[in-house]
């Protein structure tokens, strides 16, 4: 199936970025082996989303204006992406745990399934899976609830596409935005109005449609991002962009460091905030009149993308490593949090 349209216009990469990644995977990562120093680093996940929803939204318009846009091209691709790399971490960690943790794997068959197949987040609401109980009664593969999500948007990434696309020729470009733009803003308050004082946060937390929204929302972008306006910025304008990125850089340092998860405010708007200051830091990073994305990926910061080109390596692994260490008691040996880091990064390479 190819959708047709119009001439393509713009640069393909965008820098900064991979930056962006770096600052997600850190705050995963630390929120995983530390969760009561930096409780809200689970935060990091919404930005994933975002970047997930604006990259592929982006290629795939562009792709759509270059008459490239295959739907089986698109799913081969997530295919192989996605399933080396998955699988072997599924594998090797069940492999393994058979003959050191043999209790943590011992009936994994239907958590493998729901992890392939891509609907582990349900099933982990099905067996009332606490992401925030830390590694009670938790299991190795307790952080792939991400990739469920993940797995289901890519699914149906193509048929929200294609009503975008036929939007787009039929009534006009700013039709089809529209529409996303509408999904995106009622899929937001799905959290919000679910919420109930003292309730269980499980099901907020882990469910598609409380959490898709961020999605949607770097999916309005992306879309948007490819023919947007290209005028030259006023000087306010360049002012504020370069003073409001290092602020919101900061509101998410702090946010990682205060918001709870388990705190009322993260479900009736809490994080829907932080998603949209993820929003504004993700134009503010690619927009190349500003220059933050070139000085993000100039050769002297270049450290800075290195995590975040392998980030995906680096969320699967981390927690198999987290959970043996903790099993293991191998938490209490001097400089422990070294070795877990040192085996991820390992790991991933």
């Known amino acids: 199936m190819a959708l047709f349209g119009r001439p393509t216009a713009g640069r393909k990469h965008i820098?900064?970025?991979?930056?962006?990644?770096?600052?997600a995977i850190v705050g995963v990562t630390l929120f995983h082996m530390f969760p009561d120093g930096l409780p809200g680093g689970y935060l990091g996940v919404s930005l994933f989303f975002?970047?997930?929803?604006?990259?592929?939204?982006?290629?795939?318009?562009?792709?759509?204006?270059?008459?490239?846009f295959r739907v089986k091209n698109y799913y081969w691709k997530r295919i192989k992406r996605i399933y080396p790399s998955l699988l072997i971490v599924l594998l090797t960690t069940i492999g393994i745990f058979h003959f050191v943790l043999p209790k943590a794997v011992a009936a994994v068959r239907p958590e493998f399934l729901s992890i392939v197949f891509g609907y582990n987040n349900w099933w982990q609401i099905a067996q009332n899976a606490d992401y925030f109980t830390r590694l009670t009664n938790a299991s190795p593969f307790t952080h792939l609830w991400f990739m469920g999500i993940e797995l289901q948007y890519y699914l149906i990434w193509p048929v929200l596409f294609a009503v975008y696309a036929f939007l787009d020729i039929l009534v006009g470009r700013r039709a089809g935005l529209?529409?996303?733009?509408?999904?995106?803003?009622?899929?937001?308050?799905?959290?919000?109005?679910?919420?109930?004082?003292n309730?269980?946060?499980?099901?907020?937390?882990y469910g598609t449609d409380t959490r898709i929204y961020a999605?949607?929302?770097?999916?309005?972008?992306?879309?948007w991002w490819v023919d947007r306006p290209m005028g030259r910025l006023s000087s306010w304008q360049t002012t504020l962009g370069y003073i409001g990125w290092p602020v919101l850089l900061g509101v998410t340092i702090a946010s990682y460091f205060l918001l709870d998860g388990q705190n009322s405010f993260?479900?009736?708007?809490?994080?829907?905030l932080m998603t949209?200051?993820?929003?504004?830091?993700?134009?503010?990073?690619?927009?190349?009149?500003?220059?933050?994305?070139?000085?993000?990926?100039?050769?002297?910061l270049k450290w800075l993308g290195w995590l975040g080109k392998r980030s995906f390596g680096i969320y699967l692994w981390q927690y198999p490593v987290i959970y043996l260490f903790a099993k293991m008691g191998w938490v209490r040996l001097p400089y422990y949090a070294v070795l877990e880091i040192a085996a991820i990064l390992l790991l991933t390479l």
């Open 50 to 68: 975002v970047l997930t929803g604006f990259l592929l939204a982006y290629t795939s318009k562009r792709s759509w204006l270059e008459h490239r």
């Open 276 to 300: 949209v200051v993820f929003c504004v830091l993700l134009l503010l990073t690619a927009d190349n009149r500003l220059l933050i994305g070139t000085i993000l990926e100039s050769p002297a």
């Open 199 to 205: 309730m269980d946060v499980t099901r907020l937390y």
């Open 15 to 23: 820098e900064g970025l991979v930056v962006l990644r770096t600052l």
């Open 178 to 197: 529209a529409v996303m733009a509408v999904l995106a803003l009622g899929s937001a308050a799905v959290m919000p109005l679910m919420y109930e004082p």
């Open 266 to 272: 993260t479900y009736q708007g809490g994080m829907l």
């Open 215 to 223: 999605l949607l929302f770097g999916a309005v972008l992306g879309l």
